[in-house]
């Protein structure tokens, strides 16, 4: 299985089968759950730190770690696994930007992780915006459509490709491809905006 390919069929109906009896109260799916979904897991917190500085002081399996047990905590109210991972990327998101505020990170060129706009790819490149500022942006971009802004947090955060977005969300992966380049050139004209 490739970085950006979703589980196999009779896989992913056992993830959301063992979502579905978590959801309902037994503890004990949780537990059947994780070796299911940790190899996936473990591949968005890799992706996520593609783009980190040499450092850095996290690293990918901290962050998954830290990602499940706020998600086992919560207990949230998933539907699906997309859902799931959606919110997996979420929180990775969260743990990413909480920690590069804590050692606080510069408002620009704080030489903490950086993120690419460019298609499909996360890189050090010197044009990269850093992962504060995709936060920022992200937050603006969700106050006027949310779903873009979820279109890009499992690009970047969740590390996920079309396909698997447009699985998440429901839509077709043409559609996917086209609110991510939207999504995309949005958040590039806000870090403009904001820089100048």
């Known amino acids: 299985m ?4 979703p589980e196999n069929t009779d896989e992913a109906l056992e993830i959301t089968q063992l979502l579905s009896r978590w959801r309902a109260g037994e503890t004990r799916a949780l537990d059947e759950l994780a070796p299911l979904v940790y190899e996936h897991l473990h591949r968005l917190a890799e992706s996520a730190f593609r783009r980190e500085g040499p450092d850095h002081t996290l690293q990918p399996t901290a962050v998954l770690n830290e ?3 706020q998600l086992a905590g919560a207990r949230p109210d998933l539907d699906s696994r997309g859902h799931f991972y959606a919110l997996a990327a979420r929180m990775m998101r969260r743990i ?3 920690h590069a505020q804590s050692r606080g990170a510069a ?3 704080g030489g903490q992780l950086r993120i690419t706009m460019e298609e499909g790819k996360l890189s050090d490149a010197p044009d990269d915006t850093e992962v504060l500022d995709l936060h920022e942006a992200l937050e603006a971009m969700a106050d006027l459509d949310p779903d873009l802004e979820q279109v890009l947090e499992l690009h970047y955060f969740g590390g996920h490709g079309y396909r ?3 699985d998440f969300l429901g839509v077709s992966e043409a559609t996917a491809k086209r ?4 999504a995309r050139a949005w958040v590039r004209r806000y870090l403009e905006n904001e820089s100048t």
Do not use: P
């Open 179 to 182: 609110r991510l380049r939207f």
């Open 164 to 166: 698997e977005i447009g």
């Open 67 to 69: 990602a499940w047990l």
């Open 107 to 109: 408002k620009r060129g």
């Open 96 to 98: 990413l930007v909480n």
């Open 2 to 5: 490739s970085d950006n390919q």
